[in-house]
């Protein structure tokens, strides 16, 4: 799970609890793929635990949740957080 990202450094929980960060790549960019009109999902390095992946979707809509929307929907707020987050590096690495 994606906890935070502050000026490219993704900091991550994993499933088995540990904690790690990767960093994203200077100069990185989202990579689109005409074949399926999406673009490339990005991998996390590995957990140095347990050696689980986290993929983060380069495709989520980038419309902003208002609370009603989250209340009738019944969406975690660590998974609003995540959202937010990920929307972040979605328009950092458009640019």
């Known amino acids: 799970m994606l906890l935070k990202q502050t000026?490219?450094?993704?900091?991550?929980?994993?499933?088995c609890g540990n904690e790690y960060n990767h960093s994203l790549k200077t100069g990185q960019r989202?990579?689109?793929k005409t074949e399926f009109n999406q673009f490339q999902n990005i991998p996390a390095n590995p957990c140095p635990n347990c050696g689980a992946v986290e993929v983060f979707n380069m495709n989520i809509e980038d419309e902003e949740l208002?609370?009603?929307?989250?209340?009738?929907?019944?969406?975690?707020?660590?998974?609003?957080?995540?959202r937010h987050y990920v929307l972040e590096i979605i328009r950092d690495l458009k640019l």
């Open 7 to 15: 000026n490219g450094v993704l900091f991550l929980r994993c499933n």
């Open 30 to 32: 989202l990579k689109f």
């Open 66 to 82: 208002n609370l009603e929307d989250i209340d009738e929907i019944n969406m975690p707020l660590k998974e609003v957080n995540q």
